[in-house]
């Protein structure tokens, strides 16, 4: 009993001194179990379809990983995110500065229109907690639900959030290690990675 308290406390500094890092009760435990998010908290959060995966990507691209949509919408092969420009954020709604970032994100995906597309991945997260929170911040941009953190096996994932600019082929063309901090920072971004001016 000792140990493992001693391992929790551990696990709670160290989240503590590094910010958001990827510690999930499910990995202090050693569980993992499928989560079924609320249809009353799908439908309060109105979120945008999540959007069809189609041709594969070039290299270097997103991982071949399908992971289940948050609200409404086909599962989506993160490899096959083409066509469109796209901006993918990592999340969950236990990371402090994925929260104080949110505003800029939900802000620049509705004035980006079919210029860029926004997909969040929700990180070793409860649904229902990522729902309510996107529903109260006024988020409605799609994600997707990464319940058991099978994307840091295809990405380096040290801490969130982190944020993903990829090209209409597919490829990646930048990652942002760190938390967005205004719609101007974002848009910059944007422009920069992928030649597109909101």
């Known amino acids: 009993m000792k140990k493992l ?11 503590a001194l590094a910010g958001c890092i990827q510690v ?6 050693g569980v993992s179990s499928p989560q079924v998010a609320s249809a009353d908290l799908v439908a309060a959060a109105k979120l945008a379809p999540c959007p069809e ?10 991982p071949d990983l399908t992971l289940a949509c948050l609200g ?10 083409t066509g469109v420009p796209t901006v993918v954020n990592v999340w969950g709604s236990w990371c402090t500065p994925c929260r104080k970032e949110l505003p800029a ?3 620049v ?13 929700d990180y070793e997260d409860d649904p229902d907690s990522a729902l309510d929170f996107l529903a109260v911040a006024d988020a409605h941009y799609p994600s997707v639900r990464d319940d058991d953190g099978a994307l840091k096996s295809g990405i380096r994932i040290v801490g969130l959030p982190l944020t993903l600019f990829v090209r209409a082929d597919g ?16 848009r910059g971004l944007i422009r920069e990675h992928l030649g597109v001016s909101l």
């Open 171 to 186: 490829s990646v063309a930048y990652e942002w290690r760190a938390p967005i901090t205004s719609e101007e920072q974002l």
């Open 53 to 62: 995966s189609t041709s594969p990507a070039a290299a270097p691209a997103l």
């Open 72 to 81: 409404s919408g086909p599962a989506v092969n993160l490899e096959r995110l």
């Open 24 to 29: 999930s009760p499910d990995d202090a435990a």
């Open 5 to 15: 308290l001693s391992a929790a406390i551990a696990a709670s500094c160290a989240v």
């Open 109 to 121: 995906s509705e004035k980006a229109g079919a210029k860029v597309r926004f997909l969040g991945v």
């Open 105 to 107: 994100l939900a802000s």
